[in-house]
């Protein structure tokens, strides 16, 4: 028997697909298909992909010419395949020639003639982009605005802002600059905020009243009630409406949580997040508070491993003449765990993130909020263990593309529950309110 091997994303299945597999179907008796994983596709800068993995691979198990599907996870894994199903022939399309001449020494190499004028980018583009419209004055918009490149079906045409070398860019690349909010929302589908957190209310009830969906920096509102009415707002208007804290989408990071919840380290009794830089201003010039630029990054995981029911917060903040604060500690207790969390603009320390548990803990280097990788630390060190994963775009990127596919399907699966975003207003509310809260 003949068994051919094949590989691919096989993302919206086209006829150039299926034209390929019949092809290697005919090349032999057996035909394997191998369907590459998400995580595989995202270290090849294939971030695109509309599909997920199982999607894809029914999509591939349909068609009725694969006799076998297989994943593709990593590296060199063709290799492996190819010994271990007792592979003769190894064949994709001609775009690739050249590209798998080394495994000539393992199985026959067949190039087959790619199909002209169909492949699964041109079908991705073919739609009608998302208009995004930028709101903001910190350098942080450039940053986005940049990884917006790498996302396909996202297009940004506009741009708010009162800062003279974002408006510069603006003018260079966009259709329109504006200092006018509602002149923002006009031309645009969906709008980005990273405006201070004390407009993001009346700007985001206005984009939602306007039909725009919204991705906003966190934290939502400085109230859990204001962001709990524009959630209702948005789902009755079917929008969507999403919290952005890019360390969520960093795959490290979100790797760290399940692992956790999975029990590899037990019991969690403490989480400890630092989030500190020293800079008088805010990055935009103005003055932001250390809570509001740094406090949902920092009580994400705290959020996310011990849950929201805490019983206690106390807070203990420095604050400058100007009346924002430099520095705030946060000390959660909760009735199985305690957290702390420091946070602010003005004050350095360790920007580390660990999680103790009764069998070990975690151990996130600074800075942990945009990590590649983390530590299981155990009282045995030959226990120890290290997971290193891709971060592109400090996770920006794939928070940007949550988005787009949220909008395109009408429905979100954000990686920050609505309980979390809510909890993140309300520490916000507690210390507009200065509850539990000593001066330091
Ligand atoms: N293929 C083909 N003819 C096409 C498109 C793809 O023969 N018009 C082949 C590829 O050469 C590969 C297999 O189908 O062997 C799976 O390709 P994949 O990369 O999943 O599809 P593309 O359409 O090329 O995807 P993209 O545009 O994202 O690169």
Not at 6 to 23: P, Q
Not at 96 to 105: R, T
Not at 169 to 198: C, I, K, N
Request: aromatic share 10%; charged share 30%.
């Amino acid at each position: 028997m003949v068994k051919v091997i094949t590989y691919g994303t096989y993302d919206l299945l086209h006829y150039g697909h299926i034209r390929l597999l019949e092809r290697a179907k005919a090349l032999g008796d057996w035909l394997i298909v191998g369907v590459t994983a998400d995580d595989f596709d995202k270290q090849r800068g294939k971030i695109n992909v509309r599909q997920s993995l199982m999607e894809r691979i029914e999509a591939v198990r349909a068609t009725g010419l694969a006799d076998e599907v297989i994943v593709e996870e990593y590296e060199g894994q063709k290799i492996d395949d190819i010994r271990k199903y007792d592979i003769d022939i190894f064949t994709v399309g001609s775009d690739w020639v050249g590209k798998f001449d080394y495994l000539n020494a393992y199985c026959k190499v067949v190039y087959l003639p790619r199909t002209e004028g169909v492949s699964s980018s041109e079908i991705r583009e073919s739609r009608r982009p998302v208009r995004l419209g930028l709101a903001g004055d910190a350098r942080f918009v450039s940053k986005l605005w940049g990884e917006c490149a790498f996302v396909n079906g996202l297009h940004v045409s506009a741009l708010y802002t009162r800062s003279e070398a974002l408006a510069e860019r603006g003018r260079r690349e966009l259709e329109l600059v504006t200092d006018d909010f509602d002149r923002l929302l006009e031309g645009v589908d969906a709008v980005y905020l990273r405006t201070r957190p004390e407009e993001h209310a009346s700007q985001l009830r206005r984009a939602l009243e306007a039909g725009r969906h919204v991705l906003c920096e966190s934290p939502l509102t400085l109230s859990r009630a204001e962001s709990e009415e524009l959630m209702a707002l948005a789902r009755e208007k079917k929008l969507i409406l999403m919290e952005a804290v890019k360390t969520a989408y960093a795959t490290a990071y979100a790797r760290l949580l399940l692992l956790v919840k999975g029990g590899r380290i037990g019991e969690v009794l403490s989480v400890d997040a630092a989030c500190t830089s020293i800079r008088e201003n805010g990055e935009d010039g103005a003055e932001w508070n250390g809570i509001h630029e740094w406090g949902p990054t920092a009580l994400l995981p705290v959020f996310q491993l011990l849950g929201t029911d805490y019983r206690d917060c106390r807070i203990a903040a420095r604050f400058r003449d100007g009346g924002q604060d430099s520095f705030t500690k946060l000390d959660f207790v909760y009735g199985h765990a305690v957290a702390g969390v420091k946070v602010g603009d003005g004050v350095k320390t360790e920007g580390e993130l660990v999680v103790s548990g009764t069998k070990g803990y975690l151990y996130v280097p600074a800075p942990w909020w945009k990590t590649d990788y983390f530590e299981l630390r155990c009282e045995d060190p030959a226990d120890n263990k290290r997971w290193f994963y891709q971060l592109d775009g400090e996770g920006i990127r794939y928070e940007l593309v949550a988005f787009t596919r949220a909008i395109e399907r009408g429905r979100l699966i954000s990686d920050i529950d609505e309980s979390v975003t809510l909890a993140i207003s309300a520490v916000m509310e507690d210390f507009e309110q200065r509850r539990n809260m000593t001066l330091l």
